[in-house]
């Protein structure tokens, strides 16, 4: 049975910066894409960044680009978000899927959601003005 979990979520200022991290059970990192996406309260879930299985290609959605890094450690079957100069408008449930598309920012922002297999349960970040 495969589980994935995201851990790394809290409460930050403005400018500030946290880093999420996804791990999984029953599920190589190294054989999938892997995405993190976010919903705000009130607002559809949308797609933040994907990783390739190779980890050879990253692609970001434009409200985080030049913010976010997306990485991964192939001997800890994690995947990181590195979140920087976050602002009030990144506040939401942050989900790590697994089995996600990742050709080019396109798949980042237009996917599917129904036909990713694998997903996190969440972790909440805050960022306060």
């Known amino acids: 049975q495969v589980q994935v979990v995201e851990s790394g979520g809290g409460l930050v200022q403005a400018g500030g910066s946290l880093r999420l991290s996804c791990t999984a059970s029953?599920?190589?990192?190294?054989?999938?894409?892997v995405g993190w996406f976010r919903q705000a309260p009130g607002k559809e879930r949308e797609g933040v960044s994907c990783?390739?299985?190779?980890?050879?290609?990253?692609y970001y959605a434009d409200s985080v680009k030049g913010r976010f890094t997306v990485s991964r450690d192939t001997v800890k079957n994690t995947v990181y978000l590195q979140m920087d100069s976050l602002k009030p408008e990144d506040t939401a449930l942050y989900y790590c899927?697994?089995?996600?598309?990742?050709?080019?920012?396109?798949?980042?922002?237009?996917?599917?959601?129904?036909?990713?297999?694998?997903w996190g349960q969440g972790t909440q970040v805050t960022v306060s003005s």
């Open positions: 899927a697994a089995g996600v598309p990742c050709r080019g920012e396109a798949d980042v922002v237009v996917t599917n959601l129904r036909n990713i297999p694998y």
């Open positions: 029953g599920l190589t990192f190294a054989d999938v894409n």
């Open positions: 990783i390739t299985w190779s980890g050879a290609r990253t």
